[in-house]
C-alpha cells in the first residue's frame, strides 16, 4: 500500500529540492527524508535512530503522525489495521525510483486514547547497496 503514490513524489520531491546532492551512504538518505521528505509532504520532521551495528538498517520515529490523527477507523478494526503502513509503501516506492531497494515495515502505532506518539518505522538496505553515480 503506497508504493505508486511513492513512485509519484519522488519526482515532486527531486523538482522542489534541485539542490538535493546524490546520497552515497544510508545515513545521508536518512537525514534528507527526515528534514527535507517528511517536512515536505506531511508537514513532520521524523528522528532517525536505533542504527544497526553495520549502518543498513535505522528507525524512524514519529512523533506525529498526521494520517493517524485525522483517520477513523472502523469499529473492530484499530486492532488490525495500521492506516501508517502508507508510509512504509511511499518510502520503498520512492527509494526505488532512486535505485535503491529497501525494505520497510511499521513496528508500533496502535492507537491509544486517540493520540499518536512514538510510532517506529525501520528501513533496512539491501545487499545492493547504492548504485554507481550517474554517467554526465
Not at 91 to 119: D, I, S
Request: glycine share 10%.
Amino acid at each position: 500500500m503506497g508504493y505508486n503514490i511513492g513512485v509519484r513524489m519522488i519526482e515532486d520531491f527531486l523538482a522542489h529540492t534541485p539542490n538535493t546532492k546524490r546520497c552515497t551512504q544510508l545515513e545521508e538518505v536518512a537525514d534528507v527524508i527526515c528534514k527535507q521528505g517528511f517536512r515536505m509532504f506531511l508537514g513532520i520532521t521524523p528522528e532517525a535512530r536505533n542504527w544497526s551495528p553495520a549502518k543498513d538498517e535505522f528507525s524512524l520515529i514519529l512523533t506525529d503522525n498526521p494520517l493517524a490523527e485525522f483517520v477513523e477507523l472502523p469499529p473492530g478494526c484499530s486492532d488490525s489495521l495500521w492506516y501508517s503502513n502508507i508510509i512504509c509503501g511511499v518510502l520503498r516506492g520512492a527509494l526505488e525510483m532512486v535505485q535503491m531497494e529497501v525494505k520497510c515495515w511499521f513496528c508500533t502505532g496502535l492507537p491509544e486514547g486517540g493520540r499518536h506518539y512514538g510510532n517506529t518505522g525501520q528501513v533496512h538496505q539491501d545487499s545492493r547497496g547504492f548504485p554507481p553515480g550517474r554517467e554526465d
